[in-house]
């Protein structure tokens, strides 16, 4: 789909950010002048300020950006099946752009920062219906989250999934550096999180149910390496559950963590049952190099 278009403009003066918005419906004022200031929006086939006066007889040019990536998805790709493929994604990758406009015009989202929308809708795996809502996407990871993820291919399997996401049948598995030493080799920590005054999302009564299992791997030198097992989906959860127990994910600046490179939490393996065969399916990511480094480096001895 692409709304690319060449207009000669009729009528009184009128700001050429504020034609460009009429003329794309559903883009905010502030992609549109982003895209004016990218050159992606010419007049007369000369790039100009957002604020440029458009008079009679002038020539409004829109190109929106075209699919391009930096990173190549078979890079990312550890399972392509026929309704599905499965990838390990980086650290420091957003999944999708911050604005909600990408999701009526996908075309927009190589007019900002490289997600990992912008290089699956880049060059799409075969058999990918570029149609479907969100790019395919069922679930997501924070930013600096690193670790395995489902994407799907068609409608149908999109939709079985984001209802099994729903009803807590898909079992998630995470590893993470803590600060601190946990006391217990295991436990379950069942306390509601919400979003608090100035938007920090914060464990609270009068947020919604978050539950996390976790197991202690190794305690050393003041840090732990826990495993988590979430049982719910809530945005933030194994950080704010972590912080909440008094050991904070190392790198989390948001909820003081040690500083590190990144957020040492790591999405280590995804199981579900396909919601179209009923086969039981399990990925898994490696604990990337940063990561290992990360607990090398806290736990040497003095």
């Known amino acids: 789909m692409t709304n690319n278009k060449k207009v000669i403009f009729q009528g009184y003066s009128k700001r ?6 009429d003329e794309l419906e559903n883009l905010s004022r502030s992609l549109v002048q982003k895209l004016i200031k990218e050159g992606h929006v010419t007049v007369n086939g000369k790039k ?6 458009l008079t ?9 950006p075209q699919a391009h990536s930096q990173i190549h998805l078979k890079d990312l790709i550890i399972h392509d099946g026929k309704d599905f493929f499965a990838l390990i994604k980086p650290a420091g990758m957003l999944v999708h752009p911050q ?3 990408w999701e009526e015009h996908p075309e927009t989202v190589f007019s900002s920062e490289e997600t990992l929308v912008s290089v699956i809708l880049a060059c799409p795996p075969k058999g990918f219906d570029t149609s479907m809502a969100r790019a395919g996407l069922v679930h997501r990871l924070d930013r600096e989250t690193s670790g395995v993820m489902i994407v799907a291919k068609t409608p ?3 939709a079985e999934m984001v209802a099994q996401f729903a009803n807590r049948q898909v079992h998630k598995t995470y590893h993470a550096i803590a600060c601190g030493e946990v006391p217990n080799d295991e436990g379950t920590i069942d306390v509601p999180i919400g979003r608090v005054a100035g938007g920090k999302i914060k464990a609270s009564d009068v947020g919604r149910e978050a539950v996390t299992d976790y197991k202690v791997l190794e305690r050393k030198n003041g840090f732990t390496y826990i495993e988590l097992y979430p049982r719910t989906g809530r945005t933030n959860q194994l950080r ?6 008094g050991y904070p994910v190392l790198g989390d600046w948001l909820y003081r963590g040690a500083t590190a490179d990144r957020l040492m939490l790591h999405a280590r393996r995804i199981e579900f049952s396909h919601p179209l065969t009923g086969k039981k ?7 990337p190099p940063d990561f290992l480094a990360a607990w090398k480096r806290v ?3 003095k």
């Open 48 to 53: 100009v300020k957002p604020s440029w006066p």
């Open 240 to 245: 704010v559950h972590l912080n909440w127990l």
């Open 156 to 158: 149908e399997f999109q």
């Open 56 to 64: 009679e007889g002038e020539t409004v040019e829109i190109i929106l």
């Open 281 to 287: 399916l399990k990925f898994e990511a490696p604990v």
């Open 99 to 101: 604005s909600p406009v």
């Open 16 to 21: 050429l950010d504020i034609f460009v918005s």
């Open 299 to 301: 736990t040497q001895t």
